[in-house]
T-cell receptor
Framework: EPEVTQTPSHQVTQMGQEVILRCVPI?????FYWYRQILGQKVEFLVSFYNNEISEKSEIFDDQFSVERPDGSNFTLKIRSTKLEDSAMYFCASSEAEFYTEAFFGQGTRLTVV | DQQVKQNSPSLSVQEGRISILNCDYTNSMFDYFLWYKKYPAEGPTFLISISSIKDKNEDGRFTVFLNKSAKHLSLHIVPSQPGDSAVYFCAGGQAGTALIFGKGTTLSVSS
């Protein structure tokens, strides 16, 4: 069964460093998303991406964040100058169409900023 | 502003009994609702959905009920099994926008 894969599963980084979280969406999907879940809190939407551009972003997704689909298969989330409060599980998701169909989530990357 | 609220952080049920997970929403523009299930160290997986024009959708042991006037939906699991123990997220969606998730309810099914 096709699945969304995310690497790494766990990333530890020092405060102020840049991190890149990687995702390989399901191959025929056209819409891509990043969500995050801070420990003990709800799953929060960060950004959606379609046709090589951001289609929607939340207020969390400020200039510190960027997304890219560099090679037609990977979908990356870059976090510049990480802060302690960026520590969270980051989930990538993809869907065939806009959210009339369910999105398929990856297993997540746990980001720990120390 | 919490558009989707799951007010019960946890629920404990005995195997074989019914589990009822509740969700309230404030955004009357949602076109559809989905339930996701999440095990530790895994991403959420889609469980069941319902369109805003329906009041019930059933899939095996899982039934979702929607009460639009009360802006409330619930997920019923009958009979509950130990393998159902997970965090359940309710999410609302509308065309052209991302899913909005609730905080989740941790279901524990004991044998």
């Amino acid at each position: 069964e096709p699945e969304v894969t995310q690497t790494p599963s766990h990333q530890v980084t020092q405060m102020g460093q840049e991190v890149i979280l990687r995702c390989v969406p399901i191959s025929n999907h056209l819409y891509f998303y990043w969500y995050r879940q801070i420990l003990g809190q709800k799953v929060e939407f960060l950004v959606s991406f379609y046709n090589n551009e951001i289609s929607e972003k939340s207020e969390i997704f400020d200039d510190q964040f960027s997304v890219e689909r560099p090679d037609g298969s990977n979908f990356t989330l870059k976090i510049r100058s990480t802060k302690l409060e960026d520590s969270a599980m980051y989930f990538c998701a993809s869907s065939e169409a806009e959210f009339y169909t369910e999105a398929f989530f990856g297993q997540g990357t746990r980001l720990t900023v120390v | 502003d919490q558009q989707v609220k799951q007010n019960s952080p946890s629920l404990s049920v005995q195997e074989g009994r019914i589990s009822i997970l509740n969700c309230d929403y404030t955004n009357s523009m949602f076109d559809y609702f989905l339930w996701y299930k999440k095990y530790p160290a895994e991403g959420p997986t889609f469980l069941i959905s319902i369109s805003s024009i329906k009041d019930k959708n059933e899939d095996g042991r899982f039934t979702v009920f929607l009460n639009k006037s009360a802006k409330h939906l619930s997920l019923h699991i009958v009979p509950s099994q130990p393998g159902d123990s997970a965090v359940y997220f309710c999410a609302g969606g509308q065309a052209g926008t991302a899913l909005i998730f609730g905080k989740g309810t941790t279901l524990s099914v004991s044998s």
